[in-house]
């Protein structure tokens, strides 16, 4: 079955850049039609889209962040990867990456970065 | 900056039926924005429930159902049941980028 799980720091401090990684089963981010894309969701508010990668490599970013995020993959650790520059507090959120093949179809857990000095 | 909305609040009773409804700030919600919807109980990560327009996942109950009505796409729940009572999110599709609705809290009374 497909799984994933993000995994990162759980707190970090303003102008730090954050790392997260989403570690997957059940699929390779090799398979056409395939991706991964990252949602975060900051306490008590709605969800936003992030950004989100395709099997062939395409990448595709939120308008709003694209300047801030990078995607990247790594399909022989069935790994995607996000970084996010410049962190302020309002980036505290919860944090999901999630498979992409019939729609955002299979979600991580998530995982809570706090942006504080 | 493109806005996706949704009803911020819904009540329903038990057996009742609903349908919540997502619109464009670009105009008209057509299966081309590949509407999804999402359901969200308190502590939980998002479950996926419909993907372009009105396709189930195997797991969505038949209760639940997707559509386009009028300009917006819409999630229809018919006979619905207490532990459908949660936050429900759609999301649309830009050409590239995905835009989330600012979600709709369903009260099941």
């Known amino acids: 079955q497909i799984t994933l799980k993000e995994s990162g720091p759980t707190l970090v401090k303003p102008t730090q850049t954050l790392t997260l990684t989403c570690t997957f089963s059940g699929f390779s981010l090799s398979t056409s039609g395939v991706g991964v894309g990252w949602i975060r969701q900051p306490p008590g508010k709605a969800l936003e889209w992030l950004a989100l990668?395709?099997?062939?490599?395409?990448?595709r970013y939120s308008p709003s962040l694209k300047s801030r995020l990078t995607i990247t993959k790594d399909t022989s650790k069935n790994q995607v990867v996000l970084i996010m520059t410049n962190m302020d507090p309002v980036d505290t959120a919860t944090y999901y990456c999630a498979h992409k093949k019939s729609g955002l179809d299979y979600w991580g857990q998530g995982t809570l970065v706090t942006v504080s000095s | 900056q493109t806005v996706v909305t949704q009803e911020p609040s819904l009540t329903v009773s038990p057996g009742g039926t609903v349908t919540l409804t997502c619109a464009s700030s670009t105009g008209a919600v057509t299966s081309g924005y590949y509407p999804n919807w999402f359901q969200q109980k308190p502590g939980q990560a998002p479950r996926a429930l419909i993907y372009?327009?009105?396709n189930k996942h195997s797991w969505t109950p038949a209760r639940f159902s997707g559509s386009l009505l009028g300009a917006k796409a819409a999630l229809t729940l018919s006979g619905v049941q207490p532990e459908d009572e949660a936050e429900y999110y759609c999301l649309l599709y830009y050409g590239g980028a995905w835009v989330f609705g600012g979600g709709t809290k369903l009260t099941v009374l």
């Open positions: 990668i395709y099997w062939d490599d395409d990448k």
């Open positions: 372009s327009t009105s």
